[in-house]
Structures are given as C-alpha cells and as structure tokens.
C-alpha cells in the first residue's frame, strides 16, 4: 500500500509558467511534509516543508497548500525557470520515519 | 563534516558477492536513516537509528540486509550474497531528532 500518492508522474511547463505537484497521504499520524528536490546524481535536498497546523507556507517562488481534511498538499512553483528541472518527492514523516512518494520528473522549457 | 558522506559513490560487484557501503552523518546528529533509490520507485525506507539502536528496520527488504551505527556516528549496510535486483543508488541521510533530514549523494550499486 502506498501511502504518499503523487501526481503527475511527469510534467512539462514552459518558462514563467506554474508549475503544480499534488500529494495525497492516508496515514493520519503524518506531522510533517517536506518536498525535496533531486538533481540527477545528487542526493535529494529539502525545498519548502509544512506542519499540519498551518495551510499555507510560502519561500520565494515556492508555495506548500495544506488541505488536513482531504489528507491533500501540493507544491506551486511560480516563475517556473529552467533551473527548476528536475525531480520533485513528497513525503510525510510519523514516528521519525519519512515515506516518499514516487516523484515527479519536472521539464521547464525555455 | 559539512554534509552526509557516503561512500563508495559507485560499486560493481559480481552476483553472490557481499558488499558494505558507508555513511558518515553530519556530527552531531543523532538520527540516521538508509533508503533505496530505485528507477521510477521513489525512496523505499530501508532502517532507521536513533543514536546506536536502530527502533525502526521495517523496511529491510530481507536477511540479507544489516546495518550497524558505532559511537552513534557513523554507519555501515550490508548487503549479504548479492542479487541483481539490489541493484540502486543507496542514500543515507542524517538528522537532528525530529528535524529536516540531509541526504548524501548515495552509493549507486550495480550487481552483474
């Protein structure tokens, strides 16, 4: 069973596009949701992550919605920009262990 | 150091063949987690320690697989008589308890 869903699988935005990542979650014992972002041959790093107490957080072009009722967040990406290409996890953390969702491969073209 | 090292970046080794791959957490943090990288699979949880003991390895994938954290720094996988489907990039990633959790650059294990 799959507890972090993500959509899309993929997605392809051009520049100064929105670029949107959905998450869905079923574990209500969930207490934190990050997003990382990987580029290719590097490990994942944290880009913008969330509590369930709070249904909004924004860092610079980097936007986490919260929605605790349909156990739903998603990752807005304004002024999407070619530097912005690549793989985007969720991931929610209970009892000090984070699950994962699959990812999603984001293109930004010029 | 500055960051999670893992070492080695990359390893081939031959079906049947044991390997140990390493992780040096951030000094300091006390929490440290292994996860697999698969292609198209996300990150599978593997094991997680807190200090030297390890409360969660739910997600060892069989017996084949150990790990051991010594002086609560630094760990070793084990991967015992190698199949092709272990065949991943290993990350390990280390945290102070109950906050944002830094990833090396992993270990991608090739098994022929």
């Known amino acids: 069973q799959q507890q972090v869903k993500q959509s899309p699988q993929s997605l392809i935005v051009q520049k100064g596009g929105i670029s949107i990542i959905n998450c869905a979650y079923e574990?209500?014992?969930?207490?934190?949701f990050p997003w990382y972002q990987q580029f290719p041959g590097k490990g994942p790093a944290l880009l913008i992550a969330i509590r369930p107490d709070v249904s909004e957080k924004k860092e610079g072009r980097f936007t986490i919605s919260f929605n605790k009722s349909a156990k739903q967040f998603s990752l807005h990406i304004m002024d999407s920009q070619p530097g912005d290409s690549a793989t985007y996890f969720c991931a929610a953390r209970a009892n000090s262990k984070l699950t994962f969702g699959k990812g999603i491969t984001l293109s930004v073209r010029p | 150091g500055a960051g999670v090292s893992q070492s080695p970046s990359n390893k081939v080794t031959e079906k049947g063949k044991d390997v140990e791959l390493r992780c040096d957490p951030i000094?300091?943090?006390?929490?440290l987690y292994w996860y697999r990288q698969s292609l198209g699979q996300g990150l599978e949880f593997l094991i997680y320690?807190?200090?030297?003991?390890?409360?969660?390895k739910s997600g060892l994938p069989s017996d084949r697989f150990s790990a051991e954290r010594t002086g609560g720094s630094v760990s070793t996988l084990t991967i015992q008589r190698t199949q092709q489907e272990d065949s991943a990039v290993y990350l390990c990633a280390s945290s102070l308890l109950n906050t944002e959790a830094f990833f090396g650059q992993g270990t991608r294990l090739t098994v022929v």
């Open positions: 574990n209500t014992a969930f207490d934190y």
């Open positions: 000094s300091g943090h006390t929490a």
């Open positions: 320690f807190q200090g030297n003991s390890a409360p969660d």
